[in-house]
């Protein structure tokens, strides 16, 4: 998770790998193609060889696998069913003595009777959650596949950074080109078709630890764990295309970038490239890091988020702080805004997210969603009203906002789910997890596709990225 920076630029990686310290920080774009999934071999021939049955051989061997994840799954349920229930009896002999202690008191009655309903009725929701849990796992291997899965090869690298990167983003206007917050305290732009890094912004003193751009004009809005955001303008030209690389020649995927020596980058390094030292506007009414921001509708405003677990609405033009929103018990982790209404989402480490409605000037209502068990790591918006949510609870849920009070769809994942992004068609979804894997799913909740890893140890897809 991004740190707030200072002294220690390189913290926020080390704390997380300690093993060894990375030399070169790179980001990979991954391309997708449609192939078809390779049937499992056959593994249970010699056990299936002469009993009568119509059934094709791989087929049945494929039953067999089935069944046998589903006896290891309620082998599983079953030894912490166990485990629960040891719990449930020590709690009720604790109950036990209590109530002896107590002179004439009844264990069945007054506070003793509301603390054992309330540990009980806890005890009893994370048996349905396990249950809920373990099930999903095993009604999951029968949901029918959409026939292909996509295929993730390795299209681009932007190596430059020095430290752990954690959020990107597209400009909206031309010249499109890729911006990149990284934790060695800079953001740099990139042509995306070749590269190059044509831009290094140096106005913080901390971790970058988001960036974004304006919908119509060049600017950008960066926070950082310097408890400040940062709006500044940049000018870039993109380089001339290159010709595009020969497919057909072998790529060695486990040649790592960061294998090079300190400073050796591929192209222009970001020390011979322009540098924007100075902001254009400072936002500067955050008491903690700054985790996140975002413009709203229109680039009149902004938002950002922070550890003081406050966000905050300034104007542009003035930097005048305009609303302060509090409600959040812990500190926030991420905020998004509407793409065509003055909508806001903020979540948390307190398990919720909520949304912000500054649609009528004169009311700005606030609704609070407690669907998520864990640190809701964030929440962002897609153009067809949904919200996806993702949690440490190894969930992600996707929100209809015309009715909130239930997801319409819910992915379990088997790892904590960082920072989200839904692809600009609104189609896919990219969860990057702890485990340095990203999965790729249909806003309905079908798994597409999982990156495959390497020594690269990506983090994320479309959001944060760090080793």
Known sequence: MPVEGGSSSGSASAARHPKQKRKAHSLSIRRTNSTEERPPGIQRGDMLEGQDSKLPLSLRNNLLDLFGQIEREFENLYIENLELRREIDSLNERLTGDGQTIEGGDPTKGALKTKASHSTSQLSQKLKTTYKASTSKIVSSFKATTGSRALCQLLKEYVGHRDGIWDLSVTRTQPVVLGTASADHSALLWSIETGKCLLRYAGHAGSVNSIKFHPTEQMALTASGDQTAHIWRYMVQLPAPQPPPDVSAPCDDDQDSSDREEGEVDGEGPCEVPTVRVATATLKSHQGVVIAADWLVGGRQVVTASWDRAANLYEVETSELVHTLTGHDQELTHCCTHPTQRLVVTSSRDTTFRLWDFRDPSIH????????????????????????????????????????????????????????????????????????????????????????????????LTGKVCD
């Open 365 to 460: 209502s606030v609704n609070v969603f407690q669907g998520h068990t864990d640190t809701v790591t964030s929440a962002v918006f897609t153009v067809g009203d949904n919200v996806v949510s993702g949690s440490d609870d190894r969930t992600v849920k996707v929100w209809d906002l015309k009715n909130m009070r239930s997801p319409i769809a819910t992915i379990r994942t088997d790892s904590a789910v960082n920072r989200i992004s839904v692809s600009a068609n609104q189609r896919i979804i990219a969860l990057p997890h702890d485990n340095r894997q990203v999965r790729l799913f249909d806003i309905s909740g079908v798994r597409l596709a999982r990156l495959p890893r390497s020594n690269r140890m990506v983090r994320e």
